[in-house]
């Protein structure tokens, strides 16, 4: 991560389960700058259960009421597509991601595509097992936060840092709060976690981004934090860079007219460069927290401020007061701050009227 913010394009499924569409998806990612594209690893039978229901906005956003299951199996991208997605992603200077929602496609992302560093959604918050499974490969872990309590999100860096720590099995639930209170733990998180606030709606209504969260989150657990962005526009993206967000992650699609559960709460491509480009203008905007005059500053500093001048005719030897003093452009002169020091001072030489005291 060589940049203040990192930004990752959110492919997700917007491919659906289309590789040429998800090739296509990364040559927009790169050309818009996005330092990331990021995509979703999933075998579907080991995700849900054939029973398991859409959620509202699947629902509401594709316009089928059809199970989970029906809907992943018409989105998901073979082993054989990841390999060629990773080597795209190489030829065109991005980095590849993806989100395991499995132990299976996480063994498959960390062991055969060897990738350097994985995405969690916020569902897989509460999937001890698998938390410990990416933390026992030692890779480092961005984690969502959607819909998780502040004790929730601990509990889940216990078990990380349990992972990251022991070779032992835990024995019981409690164990990966107990780790948490020893010296090594909190460290070791640092060195190999990332937060995103993140709410998990799609699109994600305004007043549901409480983006002082991610301060929270900072607060509370001390680690790099950033922001999964599921609003519409990039205005709340920029606004997170802004609050000092190390990660931006946001949905992008080719066409969000295309069928698909994401496409509609997704930035088309144009959008996303628009994005980068702002969160590029931010962080230089940013810059750093010593106040001190910058260099385009120094050539008004005399022309802005004051002097301290004779508002009318001084004689040599003549005291300085209320009633021969004032305060005038250009700051070539006493500074009005020694205005005190030299009351009932005699002047040193005759000043005319609109002089500037030396």
């Not at 990738?115 to 480092?140: D, F, M, V």
């Not at 680690?223 to 999964?228: C, D, N």
């Not at 940013?286 to 802005?304: C, F, H, I, Q, W």
């Amino acid at each position: 991560m060589n940049k203040p913010v990192y930004i990752i394009a959110e492919a997700g499924v917007n491919h659906n389960g289309d590789l040429d569409r998800a090739l296509a998806m990364v040559d927009a990612a790169a050309e818009a700058g996005a330092d990331a594209v990021k995509f979703q690893t999933f075998d579907p039978a080991a995700l849900v259960t054939g029973s398991a229901p859409q959620a509202d906005y699947q629902v509401r956003n594709e316009g089928d009421a059809g199970s989970q299951l029906a809907m992943l199996q018409r989105l998901v991208l073979a082993p054989q597509d990841h390999h060629r997605l990773l080597a795209h992603c190489r030829s065109r200077g991005i980095d590849f991601l993806s989100s395991p929602f499995d132990a299976g496609s996480a063994r498959f992302l960390i062991e055969e595509l060897d990738l350097p560093r994985i995405k969690l959604g916020s569902g897989e918050l509460t999937n001890a097992p698998l938390l410990l499974a990416i933390a026992r490969s030692g890779r480092p872990l961005i984690l969502s936060t959607g819909m998780a309590e502040l004790e929730e999100i601990r509990e889940a860096l216990g078990v990380l840092a349990f992972g990251y720590l022991r070779d032992a099995p835990p024995q019981r639930r409690a164990d990966f709060l107990d780790v948490l209170e020893e010296p090594d733990a909190w460290p070791a998180l640092h060195e190999r976690v990332s937060l995103l606030h993140c709410t998990t709606e799609y699109p994600c209504p305004l007043e549901d981004v409480n983006l002082r969260a991610m301060d929270t989150l900072v607060e509370h657990f001390g680690l790099p934090t950033g922001y999964s962005d599921h609003t519409l526009g990039i205005e709340v993206s920029v606004a997170a860079a802004a609050r000092g967000a190390t990660i931006l992650e946001k949905h992008f699609t080719l066409d969000r007219g295309l069928p698909g559960p994401d496409h509609v709460a997704s930035l088309e491509p144009g959008e996303l460069a628009e994005l980068v480009a702002a969160v590029r203008r931010i962080e230089q905007a940013l810059g750093s927290p010593e106040k001190r005059m910058t260099p385009s500053e120094a050539g008004n500093r005399d022309v802005a401020r004051k002097s301290l001048v004779a508002s009318r005719p001084i004689r040599r030897g003549e005291s300085f007061s209320a009633d021969n003093l004032t305060s005038k452009r250009p700051g070539t002169g006493r500074s009005p701050f020694d205005y005190w020091d030299l009351l009932d001072t005699p002047a040193s030489r005759d000043y005319d009227a609109d002089e500037v005291i030396e």
